[in-house]
């Protein structure tokens, strides 16, 4: 069987300017006296997920892991490597990206919606139970900049999944909002792994994600320290040695 998703030697690199202006008028210097370095997200990244599969990927900020997960979402390009994927994605790396704050949340959802790639005629089909989940049937026709962020976040959760990912890639964006709506997007993404989707996230311990999630990847400076069970990886990284040692 083809795997959902592989990647195979993948780096991503930035450039930061080392120096620093004391004056104003130092500024323009500061560029042509300073030097690039080059900082690398990730670093010779290889693994593959089957169909099916839950990964959590562990690590300390910026270990590299939204990273990861923007490259194989199609949204930063690898500069070293590459990657193939086989199936629909739906990613939750940031709620609200493609929102327009001046449009009503029935603008906003047909709009994201078009932007994940759902056909008019399937949006139309799921519209009223994308309102429903997200719960704002009382606010749908107001302006976005009149929500709170919390409902912003519930009506992108939900145009998300609602597009039937066959890859669902998850960043850390599940730990805000009320514990309701949190235990409400945790049911519905069991709900899309039990019906065999792939499963991608981000995941400080294996509590959040254990029901949808056997493997675990451990992210550090943009490699890999480790990779396997779930419980061994997250005990290896929350004690900080190497998976497999005492």
Request: hydrophobic share 45%; charged share 20%; aromatic share 8%.
């Amino acid at each position: 069987m083809n795997p959902a998703v592989e990647l195979h030697g993948i780096s991503k690199y930035f450039y930061r300017h080392t120096g620093r202006a004391l004056l104003r008028k130092h500024v323009e210097g500061l560029f042509r006296r300073g030097r690039k370095e080059r900082f690398y997200a990730l670093k010779d990244v290889s693994f593959r997920v089957e169909p099916g599969e839950g990964i959590a990927l562990v690590g300390t900020n910026g270990a590299g892991k939204s990273t990861l997960l923007s490259v194989i979402a199609g949204l930063a390009e690898p500069d070293a490597g590459w990657v193939s994927v086989a199936g629909r994605i739906g990613a939750l790396l940031q709620l609200g990206a493609g929102f327009h704050p001046d449009l009503t949340g029935v603008e906003n959802l047909w709009l994201n919606a078009s932007l994940l790639g759902l056909s008019r005629k399937r949006t139309g089909e799921v519209f009223e139970s994308i309102v429903d989940f997200a719960g704002i049937e009382d606010f749908i026709a107001e302006p976005l900049r009149t929500y709170s962020s919390g409902m912003v976040m519930r009506l992108a959760f939900s145009v998300a999944v609602h597009m039937d990912p066959e890859i669902f890639i998850v960043d850390e964006v599940l730990a805000v909002g009320d514990h309701a709506f949190q235990a409400k997007c945790q049911a519905k993404i069991l709900e899309l792994k039990r019906a065999g989707r792939t499963l991608i996230a981000v995941s400080h311990a294996a509590a959040g994600v254990a029901d949808v999630c056997e493997r675990a990847i451990w992210l550090d400076r943009g490699s890999i320290v480790s990779d396997g069970p779930l419980a061994q990886v997250v005990d290896a990284y929350q004690g900080r040695r190497p998976a497999g040692q005492a």
